[in-house]
């Protein structure tokens, strides 16, 4: 029986993760944590904690106690907030996954574990298009430097001490469940919070700024499918390439306009735009693909439609 420990659960990705893990494994046997307090449907389900995951003597203690066998390491900085405050998101983001790898290698009751990566671990020098799995990875953030060097200490810890640990770089992930955390790809998801608030939005990045993108159930879907994967048809150890669908603001505010006809946009790009003009615009996911059968469902007009929904009904409003 698996036993599993969700750090930084009440955040974007974890709040619709732990739900799905609780399907899976039994709602006692997955533990969310988090500096803050999860949401109401995840405290009302099962066990949760306020944890800090650079509290290692708690953390240990917190793993041996519950017989924690899995654990999925949500907690970080993102990148547009690690910008404003360098030298702490680099001390978290770094830390943290130190942490977990190291209970990882002195625990030989934990199997498994998760960490994600991001797209932010290329850069400028990355060829931009259908960015392939191995490539240039110069990145030229703090949050991507933090990625890059989590991803060569992930793979290290596999091949020195047999850690499996198991990581994918997702691309700019979209839902309504809970707002993103700080980071560049947000504004894909503000647009939609805006488009129903108050029919308009100022985007932060320019109308033609293409970045990689994925909805949350499929983000799930593909973390749990790599999580229960066969260990021996992996063949990435450091960070499988995810490349969901690309598009740009522009074309994310002409799908709702479908549904809003007087919704408009205005671009003021801010210090977010460097960051976003040095990631890839597209992704070659072929490998995940091949490996562990990574599929997506959602594309443009899907997810459009699920999100306006989504989000108008957090307003106790319709949308046809
Ligand atoms: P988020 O910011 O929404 O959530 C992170 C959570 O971590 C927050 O709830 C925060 O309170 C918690 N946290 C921060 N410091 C902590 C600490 N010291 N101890 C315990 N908890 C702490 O982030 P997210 O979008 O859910 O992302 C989760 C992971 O996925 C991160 O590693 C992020 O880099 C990665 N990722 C996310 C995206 C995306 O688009 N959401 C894309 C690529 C990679
Ligand atoms: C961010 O924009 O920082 C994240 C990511 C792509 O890692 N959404």
């Known amino acids: 029986m698996e036993r599993i420990l969700v750090i930084g659960a009440s955040g974007q990705i974890g709040s619709e ?119 240039v990875t110069e990145p030229n953030t703090v949050y991507g430097i933090s990625k890059m060097a989590g991803e060569r200490w992930v793979e290290y810890y596999h091949q020195k001490y047999g850690v499996d640990i198991r990581s994918i770089r997702y691309p700019g992930l979209i839902s309504y469940k809970t707002e993103p955390g700080g980071g560049t790809t947000d504004y894909a998801v503000e647009i939609f919070y805006e488009a129903i608030k108050t029919g308009k939005y100022e985007c932060f990045l320019t109308e033609n700024s293409y970045l990689p993108m994925q909805f949350m159930t499929d983000a799930i879907k593909a973390t749990i499918s790599l999580m229960e994967a066969d260990k021996d048809k992996l063949s990435i150890h450091s960070s499988y390439n995810v490349g969901g669908i690309s598009f740009s603001p522009k074309e994310i505010y002409e799908e709702i306009k479908v549904y809003l006809p007087d919704f408009s946009i205005s671009y003021k790009p801010d210090f977010r735009q460097a960051i976003a003009d040095s990631w890839p615009a597209s992704i070659d996911d072929s490998v995940a693909r091949n490996d562990w059968g990574l599929q997506n469902e959602y594309e443009i007009k899907k997810l459009t439609d699920v999100m306006l929904k989504g989000v108008a009904e957090k307003f106790g409003k319709t949308i046809k």
């Open 17 to 135: 993760l732990v739900p799905e893990l609780r399907k899976i494994y039994g709602n006692d046997n997955v533990f969310a944590s988090d500096l803050k307090e999860p949401a109401e449907d995840v405290k009302n389900a099962g066990p949760w904690a306020v944890l800090d995951v650079l509290d290692t003597k708690r953390l240990v203690h917190f793993v041996i106690r519950h017989k924690i066998t899995q654990i999925y390491h949500l907690a970080a900085v993102l990148s547009g907030n690690a910008e404003k405050i360098p030298l702490q998101a680099w001390n978290i983001n770094m830390e943290s996954l130190m942490n977990i790898l190291d209970l990882a290698k002195e625990i030989p009751e934990i199997n498994k574990i998760f960490w994600p990566s991001s797209i932010a671990v290329f850069g400028p020098t990355t060829p931009r298009h259908n960015t392939p799995q191995l490539t």
